[in-house]
């Protein structure tokens, strides 16, 4: 009886939800008790778990009492399969390979506090509140990597520790990353979170080289809970960070205090990045993160949409995500542009307008070549072409050079050390570093924003 309730229940959420939600949410849960209007489901690890009482709980007493069950109370319970005796189990699956954590206790001068330096930080350094579990749209490709920082967020430290995770360009891991930070924050605002990328830890530890200041350095990222360190490649090849990080990672560990990596390769992919890190970046979870599949990107773009106060017909999110099918980043910019035009002319966007304005996404570039971006920028800033591909650090010079590089990653997807090259630079982090900048800053500056436009108008006349 119970079976056939449950499998009713099953078969309309499987209408009501994407498959990719049914598959990874629903299916392996059953009915474990209906009595007097108490329904216990059951699943498999908790994460389903947390998802279902998250998000689902609406969508199935409703469907419960379309099957004739008015539930007094829904409860979800974590279930081994297979046995005939309910138990309570761990998520088996998620557990880390071999857990290394020690009960010593650190070194006395190695769990002091922060001191108030110039290297001291808020309890929420870096973290951009945009980035949320709540408006991050868990799907295929993606939903592994979500559970396990749902999971850290409600018990730092504990399991998973380190948890990697990797996945190319523009898939979501810094949003998911930052979430587990916002969500820590939140919950519980004692703890010390930080977040930082690669490439500014390293930048902070030169400049705690230079001003002999490594101790502050080391006390300072040593006395965290959470740390989050978003692109870790770029500390392969730096020797001295290396080494530092190493014990940093060390003493956080042994402390039983959370640390989250982030990469764009596995740890066994990163070149000159040492053994011994390698090897401790291996000792929790390592998760790939891949590229989110059509239904998810559709997903995606009605909720960048429906948080901009646009519901958008099908016809047209599905050409978006059609269009690009990679990098979420870049599905964010085109979705962006429409809407932008749209505004603009105060029109709602439809189907005809969507490829008009975005089929030359595709074509355009061809025509451009990299030597006519950096030309073209040039020229907007009346400054040399000398200038732009010199060493010069003038502020009126480095902003169009990062304007340039920006444009050659927007307009034509050049890869980093490609842009690098193009503007004379030996090392693509600036370039990164740059475009990041410019990106940032579109957004907040009027004057950058304009800039932009046009040169990038003059590009296709
Ligand atoms: P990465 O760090 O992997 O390069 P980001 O985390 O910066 O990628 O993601 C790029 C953009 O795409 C961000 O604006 C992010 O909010 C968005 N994004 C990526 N994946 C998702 C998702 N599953 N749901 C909502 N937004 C997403
Ligand atoms: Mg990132």
Redesign the pocket.
Known sequence: MQDNLWQAVLGEVELSVSHASYLTWFKQTTLLKNKGGVIVVGVPNVFIKQQLENKYTGLISELLQKNGVKPEGLHFKIHSFGSNHPVEVEAKQFEPKTTTSSDDPLPAHLTVSAPSSPYSHDYRQGLNEK?TFE?????SG?ELAYAACMSISNIPGTKYNPLFVY??????????IQAVGNSIVKNQPDKKVVYISSEQFVQEFVSALRYKKTNEFAQNYRSVDVLII?DVQFIAGKEKMQEEFFHTFNALHQANKQIII?SDKPPRDIPTLEERLRSRFAWGMTID?QT?DFE?RCA?IQ??AHDKGIVLTNDIVEYLAKLIQTN??E??GVLNQLLAFCEMREISPNLDIAMNLLSSNQTRPKHINPRQVVDKTAKHFRIALEDIMGPKRDKDIVMPRQIAMYILRSELHLSFPKIAHELGRKDHTTAIHSVDKIEREIGLNGQIRTAVKEIKERLYV
């Open positions: 980035y408006n991050f749209v868990v799907g993606n996945g190319g360009v523009g898939i979501g891991k810094t949003h998911l978003d982030s993160m989110p998810t995606i909720s960048k979420i980043r599905l964010e």
